[in-house]
């Protein structure tokens, strides 16, 4: 009895010292974080990252860099099981961020996810998916009426619009932020002009305390935001923050108020001796003191371009710094070029810490001084707004005229034999493939995408076969390469009937995706005898028969709609014009009746 007593003071005891601890000191050994800071996913599947130590109380905002790379399948936004489920939607990177908050405090996770490729499988074997290879011959076209004891024809050649497949691309990074093009040069004086209304604003909201600041590391600085823009001979960049007392205390410009900024024109993310690299520093010094100049490269520095140009103007609130990077080539539109801007937060003589652009210190991430590799990723875009354009059906724009291959064939004779073009529709019964041209002028430049949009009926004639139609954009060379000449220039989609979800009417609506790209066989003799080589621009859209010999059935086309990216530019502005046409002169009034109607005014 006396031995247990003696057991029971004991743990009375460590319970008793236990309970004395302060509140938090055993959590400061576990810092919130997330299980995975890097994860690798296919398209199509998922990958599951959690909050590691997280609390009974805490909330969790989830958010994806690109949801067009890496969406959120599914997530737990609270309490200690807080976690993402990431599914691969493209090839590429993202970003899954997270805010994670217990009570005021908030804390930025931030993990980067790179989607592959879906690993190969058997290629399928069905006619509608596979390119037709030479010396196949074909079964004879549905609805032929090609007697049945007739011999099959070998085709004369193997069909040139049927694609081969494209070999899978080099994924490329997702953009962190696009810069765009300005078509305006900027005047470099400090004072945010209209210009930058074109570009987008990016906070500076990365916080990081300095570590001999962890008491008293407050930021003073707040608010802080960038902009970019491009020419072909510079890089520029904006920045403004609230800060209302410039601090210049300290000798060491970078623990003074002060914006840094870190440019890797190639994006390699080696280290700044093995690429060309550089870090600049603006202190934020009205007075211009010629012992410490305002502006100048610090010792990394790699760069191979000219003097950096800089203008400055503060405020009782804050201030606005311009920038103009000369650049060496003129950016490739689509290329990368990694970024990040820095402010250096200072009060007292001392800094109280950093503001990130990209780079996230305080969640693990090196110091954008220390690793290119932080930096973010920046594409050179130009800046675009959808276009819708409604594509004419007639005679002049369509066509549905007979493959080589098939010309001259008796058994092929039905082909186009029904297939019309009436009353701003495709009657395409029996014919092979109908080609619908863009509007003169207009084409889907290499690399860009176009949402199309098809409206019609539709009826089958053979229930064994899945496949409605085959479509892809083609360049015909200004409407010069026709039936099976065009060049394929994009990807190909099999469209099948229950794709349609057609209505019991017999109609149905249905949109693509199509992205325009180098063709495989670029080559083509038009018309006139001369080759043609495509670039992958393409000007049409083709619609094809489930399999290269076949015909599209009881398929009637009514309307095609494709939607566009248009080019916006900064130099175009609507202007009044110089002459004003002459008011007619207001005939008399009648003199009868008391009421006036009111005018119809346009």
């Given at each position: ?28 050994a576990k810092k919130v974080k997330l299980s ?55 090839e590429g990177t993202a970003k899954i961020k ?233 950016p490739v539109v689509g290329n990368f070029i ?265």
């Open positions: 009895m006396r031995a247990f007593k003696k057991t029971m003071a004991s743990i009375l005891c460590a319970a008793l010292v236990v309970s004395l601890v302060p509140a938090g000191s055993a959590d400061a995975k800071k890097k994860v690798s996913v296919e398209v199509g599947n998922t990958v599951k990252v959690k909050v590691k130590n997280s609390v009974k109380k805490a909330k969790v905002t989830w958010k994806t860099s690109d949801k067009k790379v890496a969406a959120i399948a599914k997530s737990v936004k609270k309490g200690k099981k807080a976690s993402v489920t990431i599914k691969g939607v493209a997270a805010v994670y908050k217990v009570g005021k405090k908030k804390t930025k996770l931030t993990c980067k996810v790179t989607v592959t490729g879906v690993k190969p499988t058997t290629a399928p074997t069905s006619a509608a998916s596979v390119a037709p290879t030479t010396g196949i011959e074909p079964s004879a076209p549905v609805g032929s009426t090609a007697p049945t004891n007739t011999p099959t024809v070998k085709p004369t050649r193997k069909p040139t619009a049927s694609p081969t497949p494209v070999p899978t691309a080099t994924p490329v990074p997702s953009p962190d932020a696009q810069i765009y093009k300005t078509y305006v040069d900027i005047e470099i004086d400090g004072t945010a002009e209209d210009t930058w209304d074109f570009a987008d604003a990016m906070a500076i909201d990365n916080w990081n305390v300095d570590e001999d600041q962890e008491d008293t590391g407050n930021a003073q600085t707040s608010n802080g935001a960038a902009k970019m823009l491009w020419t072909d001979s510079y890089l520029y960049v904006l920045v403004t923050a609230d800060d209302p007392e410039i601090d210049l205390g300290n000798e060491a410009s970078y623990l003074r108020d002060s914006i840094e900024l870190f440019v890797d024109s190639t994006n390699n993310k080696n280290d700044y001796s093995q690429t060309n690299a550089f870090q600049y520093r603006l202190v934020i010094n009205p007075d211009e003191d010629a012992e410490n100049p305002a502006g100048e490269l610090t010792d990394k520095n790699s760069w191979d371009g000219e003097d950096i140009q800089y203008g400055l103007t503060t405020s009782e609130t804050g201030y606005v710094a311009e920038f103009a990077i000369p650049l060496s080539e003129a990694g970024v990040d801007i820095q402010i250096n937060d200072a009060s007292a003589g001392v800094r109280n810490g950093t503001w990130n652009l990209f780079a996230d210190p305080a969640n693990g991430d090196a110091l954008p001084y220390e690793d290119p590799m932080v930096f973010g990723d920046c594409q050179f875009a130009i800046k675009k707004q959808p276009k819708i354009i409604t594509l004419n059906l007639t005679e002049d724009d369509c066509n549905m005229s007979l493959p080589e291959q098939f010309v001259g064939l008796e058994d092929y004779a039905a082909m186009n034999s029904l297939s019309k073009i009436e009353e701003g529709k495709l009657f395409c019964n029996t014919a092979n493939n109908a080609t619908v041209y863009f509007p003169e002028g207009r084409a889907v430049n290499n690399g860009e995408n176009a949402t199309v949009k098809i409206k019609g009926t539709y009826a089958s004639t053979d229930d064994a076969q899945t496949v409605a139609f085959r479509i892809w954009m083609v360049d015909t060379n200004g409407r010069k390469l026709i039936g099976d000449d065009p060049v394929t220039a994009s990807n190909q989609i099999i469209v099948n009937k229950e794709d349609l979800n057609i209505a019991e009417d017999g109609t149905f609506e249905v949109e693509l995706e199509l992205t325009a790209h180098d063709p495989d066989n670029p080559s083509r003799v038009d018309d006139e005898g001369n080759e043609y080589v495509s670039e992958g621009n393409c000007d049409a859209v083709m619609i094809k028969a489930a399999s290269w010999n076949s015909m599209l059935e009881e398929l009637v086309i009514e309307s095609v709609v494709i939607t566009v990216l248009d080019p916006i530019r900064n130099d175009v502005t609507d202007e009044t014009p110089e002459e004003t046409p002459e008011t007619p002169e207001t005939p008399e009034t009648p003199e009868t009746p008391e009421e006036t109607p009111e005018e119809d005014v346009e």
